[in-house]
């Protein structure tokens, strides 16, 4: 099991920052077992994945809406992910989640596995 609790969510003006962070959690098995990632869903839209990053940053993966915009990094001590938007626009106004995904192809039978966290809202006014 792993518990992820998102935070930073807010509203902002057009092209300004805002930071979000993941705090994750969890049990049997250490997270470097894990790639974390952001996920996005705006009303009406299906959920679709924003940034991921295996824990450790070896590999990290952006959308093309949010590439050169959005970095995504992690700190292993604290056991978080952080998303740093910046240059933000209207159309990336969601709510974010937070999603660990199980990536140990040694236990196959927990491998690909989604955990998500409860969201973050971030509205982006014009």
């Known amino acids: 099991q792993v518990y992820l609790v998102e935070s930073g969510g807010g509203l902002v003006q057009a092209g300004g920052s805002l930071t979000l962070s993941c705090t994750a959690s969890?049990?049997?098995?250490?997270?470097?077992?894990?790639?974390m990632g952001w996920f996005r869903q705006a009303p009406g839209k299906e959920r679709e994945l924003v940034a991921r990053?295996?824990?450790?940053?070896?590999?990290?993966t952006y959308s093309d809406a949010v590439k050169g915009r959005l970095t995504i990094s992690e700190d292993n001590t604290k056991e978080t992910v952080t998303l740093q938007m910046n240059s933000l626009k209207p159309e990336d106004t969601a709510v974010y989640y937070c999603?660990?995904?199980?990536?140990?192809?040694?236990?196959?039978?927990?491998?690909?596995?989604?955990?998500w966290g409860k969201g973050t809202l971030v509205t982006v006014s014009s």
């Open positions: 999603n660990a995904r199980y990536s140990d192809p040694a236990h196959p039978l927990s491998y690909g596995l989604d955990y």
């Open positions: 990053i295996n824990w450790g940053g070896v590999s990290k």
């Open positions: 969890t049990s049997g098995r250490t997270l470097k077992s894990y790639a």
